[in-house]
């Protein structure tokens, strides 16, 4: 093997970037202390209001966007009855103790943190009656050569289940198999960030902020009694608003330097892209401070629509690819599909949606009944009809008025 073949081999297996054909597979980088000597678990890095921010932003909004169901036919489309086992699922209730809302908000977040989500399915024949969260932390995925086995480690023991006793939401991954985990790819900027706040309000209390100088060196003694006296410790960010000892010429000194100077608000307010980048949110979002220097379109539609395409759209994608391969069998697989509704997440202005509906109404695109629908509006008697400019004449009348019109010409 040459040095090139063996630097590779090196670098991506042993950094467990591939996981192997066969056994547990690996969704985070192996678990160790941060450079910043931080140990961050998924509820510290909830703390961090970057993080807080950026998974309240993605799962208020993807959790509370509606999920259609929808059976294809030669014309198209046609939604499925509310009494179909998905729309009672993922409408109604998953499960015992938890509404439709409930449950999409916690496997939303879940698949934002940890990069996947699970639910045990309960199956009752070919149908699906119910779907219960399992937390990710406890979940290892095992390849096998019939499909995949989830391991389950609880109070009780181990379980096992089965790939089609598993609905499983995945993020992007080098093998498709599980999902990479943001907070464990992101724990040094997430350490880093843990850090900083620490020191800053070590800074703000005036902590840390006084030494002890000694004439001469103190004996191990000497040490513990001044230690027992003042307190005084290991300098370290978890310890430091303990004294220091400092040996030669017994004084106090104040150790006080604004945050400015110490660059903790520079830092601080720089972490907030970097933790932005590993959600996929736009910073401005999160962060209303930035906006004068961040490149974001000028409207509000644009915005959102931006935010919609590239940070939400995926998670909408993979609700919608996991519903169908975890909840549907046989040919339904193939006739059935899902897709979340967004027409509420981009509604403009008043003037705006008015000029929308009139220009779709009056080229035979959309009723007057749709649009009434999509404001919420009642159905009127004679709006369910296609019209075009001429007159608002029915699309079948147009024939009719095109004679009309050449009976009536002059000669």
């Known amino acids: 093997m040459s040095w090139w073949g063996g630097w590779f081999k090196g670098a991506f297996q042993g950094g467990a970037l591939t996981n192997k054909d066969e056994g547990a597979q690996a969704n985070r980088p192996p678990p ?9 678990t998924d509820e510290r890095a909830m703390m961090i209001s970057a993080v807080f921010a950026c998974v309240r932003l993605l799962v208020n909004t993807g959790a509370t966007l509606p999920m259609g169901f929808y059976r294809r036919t030669a014309d198209g489309r046609e939604a499925l009855d509310l009494d179909h086992q998905l729309c009672q699922l993922l409408k109604y209730t998953p499960n015992n103790f938890m509404t439709a809302k409930e449950f999409r908000a916690a496997m939303f977040t879940q698949r934002v943190l940890w990069g ?3 639910a045990k399915i309960k199956w009752m024949g070919d149908n699906p009656v119910s779907l219960t969260p399992l ?12 499909g995949l086995i989830y391991t389950y480690n609880t109070s009780n023991g181990i379980k096992e289940y089965k790939q089609k006793d598993i609905f499983h939401l ?37 902590q840390a902020n006084a030494t002890l100088e000694l004439d001469d060196y103190p004996t191990d003694q000497q040490k513990q009694q001044l230690r027992d006296m003042y307190g005084a410790g290991a300098n370290t960010v978890e310890f430091s ?11 106090y000194n104040a150790v006080s330097m604004p945050p400015d100077d110490l660059q903790l608000l520079q830092s601080r307010q720089f972490q907030i892209p970097e933790i932005c980048r590993f959600f996929g949110v736009p910073s401005v979002m999160v962060d209303g401070a930035a906006g004068a220097t961040a490149a974001w379109p000028a409207s509000y539609e644009q915005q959102v629509l931006s935010f919609l395409t590239f940070g939400l759209k995926p998670y909408l994608e993979e609700w919608e690819d996991a519903v169908i391969n975890s909840l549907l069998v046989g040919p339904d697989r193939k006739n059935i599909f899902a897709e979340h509704v967004v027409d509420g997440l981009l509604r403009t202005d008043s003037a705006g949606r ?34 075009v400019q001429v007159n608002l004449t029915n699309l079948d009348d147009l024939d009719k008025v095109a004679d009309q019109g050449t009976n009536n010409a002059k000669p």
């Open 32 to 40: 160790s202390r941060t450079a910043s000597n931080i140990v961050v």
């Open 116 to 118: 996947n989500a699970y």
């Open 135 to 146: 937390k990710p932390e406890y979940m290892t995925v095992n390849r096998g050569n019939n």
């Open 170 to 206: 995945k993020g992007f991954s080098t093998d498709g198999i599980v999902g990479m985990s943001a907070l464990g790819y992101a724990r040094e900027t997430l350490g880093l960030s843990v850090s900083a706040d620490m020191s800053a309000s070590k800074s703000i209390n005036g």
């Open 241 to 251: 608003d303990n004294l220091m000892i400092i040996p030669g010429g017994m004084k």
């Open 354 to 387: 008015s000029e929308f509906y009139s220009k779709m109404t009056q080229n035979g695109i959309m009723t007057r009944a749709e649009a009434r629908k999509k404001e919420n509006l009642p159905f009127i008697e004679g709006s369910d009809e296609l019209t």
